[in-house]
């Protein structure tokens, strides 16, 4: 029997697109990037069995107008775009690829590091522009101490990278390994102690009621003055409004931001006037190595749970109502 795979995007990496092939799905692509409407709308007119998602917000409403649906899975980590309660009451389970990315993100965070620390790009733009400003103002990460706020595949990464560029590191995580997986990475009992020791502070948590604006005002005067904030996790998890200020008044030293509160970042934002901010456009996991792992391991978490071999269980969202 066919399976219907609807994939929120125009286009899904050929890895992927191998697995659906391999068993006669018939899949269904996102004409418009980024469009919510047109998901729904899809949603609503077609026997779908599957959804491999990417961006675009799956809504309680489109969900609830697929009665066919069987099974989600995101094309990554991060569920926050899919209403995975709205899901759950409808029976439908939710998978994510967990570590398909991991390596590719926690290079971003350590690119944007060393470009954060040492105002890389605003030197090249100097350049570009005919003036030879040799800077020092910049930080050098070792000997400085590196916070992790998420200590999961890629904060583990990322620890063994700053380890070798001669940083501490100290790692705040409710789920902090019994076993610890990188050797001389202190644990950090909770948040309060986490930040005033954090030179860098390198956030790897995902979005959920939780963590919405966990780094506010307050919290962010907690860092070190000077200190340096990079986020590949997600930009909602930041207070945008009190960032700008800490970064204008010099409390922090610089940011390297892949996410931010609002996507695409809105044309007139502050952070682009900023000097010692270091921006990129939420794609920390997109390099085509992680494409292929997570498309291959979406294909095969929706179409092993529609052909009677589910994934491992420790991929699915909701395992409640397994």
């Known amino acids: 029997m066919s399976h219907t795979v609807f994939v929120t995007a125009p286009k899904l990496h050929p890895a992927g697109v191998a697995v659906l092939e391999k068993h ?35 809504t309680a409403a489109a969900i609830q107008a697929c009665p066919t649906l069987k099974v989600i899975s995101k094309h990554g980590v991060g569920v926050s775009n899919i209403d995975v309660e709205a899901a759950s009451r409808q029976g439908v389970l939710v998978y994510a690829t967990p570590g398909a990315n991991a390596a590719s993100v926690a290079e971003m965070a350590i690119g944007l590091m ?36 998420g200590y999961g595949q890629i904060g583990q990464r990322v620890a063994r990278a700053a380890q070798a560029l001669g940083m501490r590191v ?29 030179d860098v502070l390198s ?69 682009t006037s900023l000097e010692n901010v270091v921006l990129t456009p939420h794609v920390g996991g997109s390099t085509p190595a992680a494409l292929a792992l997570m498309a291959q391991g979406a294909a095969e978490n929706v179409m092993g749970h529609l052909t009677g071999n589910p994934p491992d269980p420790g991929r699915c969202v909701n395992p409640h109502i397994l």
């Open 170 to 198: 100290i790692a705040y995580d409710p789920a902090f390994p019994a076993s610890n997986p990188v050797p001389g990475v202190e644990r950090a009992d909770d948040l309060n102690t986490l930040l005033p020791r954090s």
């Open 24 to 58: 006669g799905a018939r899949v269904i692509y996102l004409d418009q990037a980024d469009s919510a409407e047109e998901a729904a709308r899809i949603m609503a007119s077609e026997p779908i069995d599957a959804v491999i998602s990417r961006t675009v917000s799956l």
């Open 203 to 271: 956030l790897h948590v995902p979005l959920t009621p939780g963590t919405r604006g966990l780094l506010d005002a307050a919290r962010l005067k907690r860092l070190p003055k000077g200190a340096i904030l990079i986020n590949t996790a997600r930009g909602e998890v930041v207070d945008e409004t009190a960032l700008i200020e800490a970064l204008r008044n010099g409390h922090l030293h610089s940011a390297g931001l892949d996410t931010m509160e609002i996507e695409p970042l809105p044309a007139g934002s502050p952070l």
């Open 114 to 149: 060393i470009a954060a620390a040492r105002r890389i790009p605003s030197m090249d733009r100097s350049l570009r522009d005919g003036h030879w400003h040799r800077l020092q103002d910049g930080r050098q990460l070792d000997g400085l101490t590196l916070g992790l706020l």
